[in-house]
């Protein structure tokens, strides 16, 4: 199929957690044959660091205004589908532009469901309003459960199907690389995140003044006392996260306020670092036990004593519940496997186009597209 994404970045990992999902997606797209395009709009703090600026497994398009769309009509009428995600400046001006243009099937990649949600009830509009849900063909969610009910009674969604973040395993796997913390926390600093990061790390560290522990993520406020055992690194590039995870005895999940609340909302740091053969220590919430399974494939952990606890794990069965999480992982969570499901819910979508839309899409083109 011929397929484009408008995507919040894919070019750069810096400060968002889109363009990891994005690439891990589009490259199992691109594995499985289909022709795809990621429109991304060109923005200055994103353009200074570019770590992915040629991707091999799509054709990347930058743009800096909704006016530069004109050229690319021929692109929507000849897509068979059409995937607009969440945060994408501009939102409902391009709804209305590809709308207009499309004759695919058009879909909401909402990486963000909870967050979406809880803008939209305060009336919040930035990037999805209620009127926008009923436009689109296709809801993806990054929120299972629940959730995709409320999306369709409550919200107008035709259609609303989970599609969880994924990883790439080619990119997150095992490195050899020396253990050197025997806990470690990969992620940017959230306010609603800090209580969670106090309790289940910085509070074990001063417990256990013998172990190592490391924070890695920008933006953490300079206050912020590090006890003399815990190393903070200010930025960790994607091309080292699977070094780094590699080096850790443990690595901690903490999910954000607005994911706990509604459940069913495992991070994409969930999958890379299971990926990479480390286990887990996870705060807790509704779903995580149809992601992994507690004791096996993850440990949960509520407080304080439940991390000294992992810690003074044996060894052996440290290794064996990373190594299952892994093994959940690569069958279940990969980039492979979500372009698998994008693959069946848009062909699924094609079949009750009419005929004249059917022979519109891209399927009947032969030759190059864009």
Same mark, same amino acid.
């Given at each position: 199929?011929?397929?484009? %994404?408008?995507?919040?970045?894919?070019?750069?990992?810096?400060?968002?957690?889109?363009?990891?999902?994005?690439r891990a997606l589009l490259r199992?797209?691109?594995?499985?044959?289909?022709?795809?395009?990621?429109?991304?709009?060109?923005?200055?703090?994103?353009?200074?660091?570019?770590?992915?600026?040629q991707p091999d497994f799509c054709r990347l398009v930058l743009y800096e205004s909704l006016a530069d769309l004109a050229s690319y009509r021929s692109l929507m009428a000849r897509a068979d589908a059409v995937i607009i995600g969440s945060y994408v400046p501009e939102a409902a001006g391009l709804l209305a532009w590809v709308e207009a243009h499309r004759s695919g099937v058009l879909c909401f990649y909402d990486i963000d469901t909870p967050v979406t949600l809880r803008k939209i009830m305060r009336g919040d509009d930035?990037?999805?309003? !209620?009127?926008? @849900? !009923?436009? %689109?063909?296709?809801?993806?969610?990054?929120?299972?459960?629940?959730?995709?009910?409320?999306?369709?009674?409550?919200?107008?969604?035709?259609?609303a199907q989970a599609l969880y973040c994924a990883v790439d395993p080619t990119l997150y796997r095992p490195t050899g690389a020396a253990q050197r913390w025997d806990l470690g926390?990969?992620?940017?600093?959230? $306010?609603?995140?800090?209580?969670?990061l106090d309790r289940l790390l910085l509070q074990v560290a001063a417990r256990l003044p013998q172990r190592r522990f490391v924070v890695a993520g920008a933006q953490f406020p300079a206050d912020i006392a590090w006890p003399a055992n815990v190393d903070h690194i200010e930025h960790l590039p994607p091309a080292d996260h699977a070094a780094f995870y590699s080096s850790l005895a443990w690595t901690l999940n903490i999910t954000r306020a607005d994911m706990v609340d509604l459940g069913y909302s495992p991070s994409v740091r969930l999958f890379e670092a299971t990926a990479c053969g480390v286990p887990i220590i996870s705060d807790q919430w509704?779903?995580?036990?149809?992601? %992994?399974?507690?004791? $096996?494939? @993850?440990? @949960?952990?509520?407080?304080t004593d439940d991390v000294v606890a992992a810690l003074g794990m044996p060894p052996a069965r440290r290794a064996a519940i990373g190594e299952a999480g892994r093994r959940r992982t690569l069958a279940e969570h990969t980039g492979e496997r979500r372009a698998q499901t994008l693959d069946g819910l848009v062909r699924s979508c094609l079949q009750r186009t009419s005929p004249t839309q059917a022979s519109a899409s891209g399927n009947s083109v032969e030759g190059a597209w864009f």
């Open positions: 199929m011929r397929l484009v %994404f408008f995507g919040l970045s894919l070019s750069s990992s810096w400060g968002n957690g889109h363009a990891t999902t994005y199992g797209l691109a594995n499985a044959g289909h022709d795809v395009h990621f429109l991304e709009r060109d923005q200055p703090w994103y353009s200074a660091n570019r770590d992915l600026p930035e990037y999805l309003s !209620p009127q926008m @849900i !009923p436009v %689109f063909d296709l809801y993806l969610s990054f929120t299972a459960g629940p959730t995709l009910r409320l999306l369709e009674e409550g919200f107008g969604a035709r259609r926390y990969l992620g940017t600093y959230s $306010a609603d995140r800090q209580p969670a509704q779903g995580l036990d149809e992601v %992994f399974a507690p004791d $096996a494939e @993850i440990v @949960i952990a509520r407080g």
